[in-house]
């Protein structure tokens, strides 16, 4: 430490030789920084022994630490002071100037001594010398990073000046005492960061509780209860209140309320809190928080009047804004006046930006769920009206068509030419008026999205025949030719029957009714891959080009309705919805005055084995309905239509055959996983069916469930039904018969037995993995060639063969399988990538059971169509 | 020839004349009831051979009505077809699933309705 003398002070310059040596001031000085390294934090230990030791190591009676403060120093440790000066002194802090040593100190910032104050014109510090009595003075100022946070002053009463040495221990223990101050200082400052830390993460626990309990809730109560009640909590108040804020009028509105009565609540939230005209309706224009730190002295509004008036005190309004809205605004206040800090309001404007959002969630959730209400109500009167509109429109129109059907049918006699005529007027506008009916019950159901198809595979030449049958009359009358060229390889169609017939018969009543007499209406079908494709071609009127865009649309009728006008309007719209329900497309291409041609498709049509099978056997097979299918042979349309229920109900495919000869037919080309068997048929009896089955090693194993009014288990169970229920037979009862007998039937059939030939390994491993968790026995065959070999060693219930293999193919390894005596009888199936040209179709024809395609391939359905295609397990004798 | 007592219970005056004008042509022998009471008492009082019954009916609706004769044993065997203008599936299902024997929905086909009836008469329960 520099100890500078002043030349212009020299009397202050001098210094006596201290009394004790280096050992016993290194002693100290280690003492001192003990006690500072023990404890940083006690600033007074460290004090006491920075003024012990000065004192007695600079041979002074008193040593002092004054601390620098906004009013002058400030004693704040010593040794040896008498009362007198210690009152005086603390009243009087020394000011900073040059009247004093310690003021000198602090301006200089350098050690100074005055040899004998009393001496020193300068000195003016008179007070301060006649209570204290010193003579000689030194001090030694504490620094911080180069600032003076306070001095360390020792005096004699006696005319005794500091030696120089003294004057460095001095210094040594200012800086002592500085570094005491400066770690207290940091102490301080870490405890203050620490305990803010500490409140933040208090803060933050406190609001992610409450964001928690807001996001999870959408019920508005809840969630401004919750809000109200933690900003009370987090600001520490008494209570609170959350305000609603209507943009529309501008209103804010209490809607809850914590730490306040009933009573005091009711009158909040009947006060007009007016944007403008209120003090907390300034929340709709700021954007932090603002406060009344005493009711008492301010101008009181409505609403500032029933809190004061209820006791309250001091308040803080918080805005809630949400994207720049506001959306409401909550009030936390006190019993007692004063100032909310800061802190509690920057707390409470973070809560009010989180509870913002809450607020707006659940608003909007309140807001929708009303508009789910009102939609669900609005969606139910649209579905009774049009039911109600149908059956009014019925009614009439069943003796509109209805008499003058009776009419025409001759019932009441003849008819001249002209009644004739006229009642067909009659009962053809009536007509009109039922398919108009009709088209806007499909549009209305299809545009709620309640038109559901019912997929199933149908004769492709019925379905065709029927639908011309509808119009050949009138085709007939005006000597328009209609032609219909269905493909050969079509045979089953794979749809939702009625909405199939449905659209072609809309097209084909368009063709006919918009072509001149002596025209033609041709109707083409034919595949394309798996895509069924249908033309109506006539050689009509056609559609202006314009119109041929929107001919689709809803009342869009086109140019040529100009002529007969005769359209719902909505046939083609409705038409166009189906086929796109079925994933198909529409289109229609048209020459006016030439004709039109409306064409299209409907994808889904697999290929496979329908070229050779009965319709039947195709419908089970040719699209892998995933369903299990049951037969059910039942002459009673309603039983048999109950039935048929219950099993759709139960994820089961019902098949319904109307007597015995087309069951059994029908067990025999589904392969069924039950049958469900009335007795009471016509021709064929129940009991020739079972008996039949039974008979038959290729369907003997399928269980049938005999339903019937005849109390005849005995005889039943004698002739191999695996179940026998009488008749009436509720849902539970028929479902848990059939899942019991399928279940024993499937334990039977285990030891399923499959051949995978595929080059691909993978193709195989997933193969594998399919089948084996299902009970199958899987053998893999990488190589065509070894193929053959291993189906006439294993003989395995199914083969699964890929086409495309290196070498040997799949059509080499099926030719060779059907060569031979002993391979010839066990199922085949293609599992193939390849898309099938004709002449593939043609090499496999009658070969296979089934082609499953690789780009579409769903496993499990892969799997159900195995099990129905797999010859029975071998039992004994081959 | 057609035979069997047939009770039409129809509350529009010219559904049921048309109904009845059908089936009286084709042979049979109709009843009429307006209303779903005076149908049940009709029947008890007169078994008939097939019960067509509008379910849209003044009082006692037809599914009541149906309920009634199913717990009589006097006409519980009775076939009820329903014959309705109300043709949404779920009127159908409902139907049913309730125990008529059939549904046929209004308009109807003058044509083809003595047969639908026929086939109903032939499955007496």
Known sequence: ?878 | MTTGRILVVEDNDKNLKLTRDVLEFAGYTVEVAITGEEAVAQALASVPDLILMDLQLPGMDGHEALARLRADPDTQRVPVVALTASAMPMDRERALSAGFDGFLEKPISVREFPDQVRRHLRKRR
Request: net charge negative.
């Open chain 1, 1 to 878: 430490m520099d100890v500078d003398a002043d030349p212009d002070r020299d009397r202050s310059t001098a210094f006596a030789d201290a009394q004790p040596g280096p050992r016993a001031q290194l002693a100290a000085i280690v003492e001192v920084l003990s006690v500072l390294a023990r404890s940083s934090s006690q600033q007074g230990k460290v004090f006491d022994a920075v003024v012990n030791n000065a004192r007695r190591l600079c041979g002074a009676d008193v040593a002092q630490i004054h601390l620098l403060t906004d009013e002058g120093l400030r004693i704040v440790h010593s040794v040896g002071l008498n009362e007198a000066y210690m009152e005086f002194a603390q009243a009087h802090p020394i000011p900073v100037d040059r009247n004093g040593l310690t003021g000198r100190v602090v301006m200089d910032r350098k050690t100074h001594q005055i040899t004998d104050v009393l001496a020193d014109p300068d000195y003016r510090n008179r007070e301060y010398q006649r209570r204290g009595g010193f003579r000689t003075i030194m001090g030694a100022p504490m620094l911080i990073a180069d600032e003076v946070v306070g001095v360390l002053s020792v005096w004699r009463t006696e005319v005794e000046p500091f030696a120089p040495r003294i004057a460095s221990v001095l210094a040594t223990f200012a800086n002592q005492a500085a570094l005491a101050v400066r770690n207290v200082q940091q102490t301080t400052a870490l405890e203050r960061r620490s305990s803010e830390l500490a409140a933040k993460v208090e803060q933050l626990e406190a609001l992610s509780e409450v964001s928690k309990v807001l996001g999870s809730s959408l019920d508005v109560e809840e969630v401004l209860s919750t809000i109200v009640s933690h900003a009370v909590e987090l600001s520490m108040t008494d209570g609170g209140s959350l305000m609603e804020y209507d943009a529309a009028t501008r209103l804010f509105r209490v809607r809850a309320a914590y730490g306040t009565s009933d009573e005091v609540l009711e009158q909040l939230r009947r006060a007009r809190i007016h944007a403008d005209e209120t003090w907390v309706g300034r929340c709709a224009y700021v954007t932090s928080s603002f406060q009344i730190e005493d009711l008492q002295t301010v101008d009181r509004d409505a609403h500032l009047t029933i809190l004061h008036a209820d006791g309250w005190r001091s308040l803080v309004a918080v805005p809630m804004r949400s994207h720049d809205h506001v959306v409401g605004a909550f009030v936390v206040r006190r019993r007692q006046p004063g100032r909310f800090t800061e802190d509690v309001c920057d707390l409470l404007s973070a809560f009010a930006s989180q509870s913002a959002i809450a607020l707006t969630n659940a608003r909007l959730y309140e807001e929708l769920a009303r508009q789910s209400v009102e939609l669900t109500v609005a969606s139910q009167h649209k579905s009774e009206f049009l039911a109600s509109m149908s059956h009014e429109l019925r009614t009439p129109l069943n003796a509109v068509i209805g008499f003058s059907e009776v009419l025409l049918e001759r019932m009441f006699g003849e008819l001249n030419e002209r009644q004739e005529d006229y009642l067909r007027d009659i009962r053809d506008a009536g007509r009109h008026l039922l398919a108009l009916l009709n088209d806007v019950l499909d549009l209305s159901k299809v545009e709620a999205g309640q038109m559901e198809l019912d997929l199933t595979t149908f004769d492709a030449a019925a379905a065709f025949q029927y639908a011309l049958s509808l119009v050949r009359e009138r085709a007939a009358q005006h000597r328009v030719d209609l032609t219909l060229d269905l493909s050969e390889e079509l045979r089953v169609i794979r749809a939702d029957e009625l909405r199939f017939r449905q659209v072609l018969l809309n097209l084909l009543s368009n063709a006919v009714k918009f072509t001149a007499d002596g025209g033609s209406v041709a109707v083409s079908a034919w595949l394309d891959a798996e895509d069924l494709l249908v033309t109506v071609t006539d050689s009509g009127v056609g559609i202006p080009y314009a119109d041929q865009d929107r001919i689709f649309d809803t009342f869009q009728q086109g140019g040529r309705f100009v002529v007969r006008s005769e359209g719902t309007g909505l046939g083609l719209t409705v038409t166009k919805r189906i086929v796109q329900l079925h994933g198909g497309r529409i289109w229609v291409t048209s020459a006016p005055g030439v004709g039109s041609s409306f064409g299209f498709t409907i994808p889904g049509q697999s290929i496979g084995d329908a070229a050779e099978e009965a319709p039947l056997a195709a419908a089970d097979q040719a699209l892998g309905d995933p369903r299990p299918a049951v037969v059910v042979i039942e002459d009673d349309e309603r039983s048999s239509e109950l039935v048929a229920v219950h099993l759709t109900a139960a994820g089961l495919r019902p098949v319904v055959m109307r007597d015995g000869r087309a069951g059994l037919a029908a067990v025999r080309s589904v392969r069924p996983v039950a049958v469900i068997l009335d007795i009471k048929l016509p021709g064929m009896t129940g009991w020739e069916v079972l008996n039949a089955i039974k008979g038959d090693p290729d369907i003997a194993g399928t269980p049938v469930v005999v339903v019937s009014v005849l109390p005849e288990r005995g005889k039943g169970f004698a002739l191999g039904a695996a179940d026998y229920l009488v008749k009436p037979v509720g849902r539970e009862e028929l479902i848990h018969s059939i899942r019991r007998v399928v279940a024993a039937a499937t334990s039977r059939a285990e030891g399923r037995t499959i051949v995978v030939v595929d080059d691909d390994p993978m193709a195989l491993e997933l193969v594998r993995v399919t089948l084996e968790p299902q009970g199958w026995s899987v053998e893999v065959c990488e190589k065509g060639a070894d193929a053959i070999g291993l189906v006439t060693s294993s003989r395995p219930s199914v083969v699964l063969v890929d086409l495309l293999m290196p070498d040997t193919d799949g059509f080499a390894v099926i030719d060779a399988l059907a060569a031979r005596p002993e391979t010839a009888d066990i199922p085949v199936v293609v599992l193939t990538a390849k898309s099938l040209q004709a002449q593939d179709r043609e090499r496999l024809d009658g070969r296979i059971a089934f082609v499953a395609s690789k780009s579409a391939l769903d496993l499990d359905v892969l799997a159900q169509r195995l099990v129905r295609v797999s010859r029975p397990a071998e039992t004994g004798a081959p």
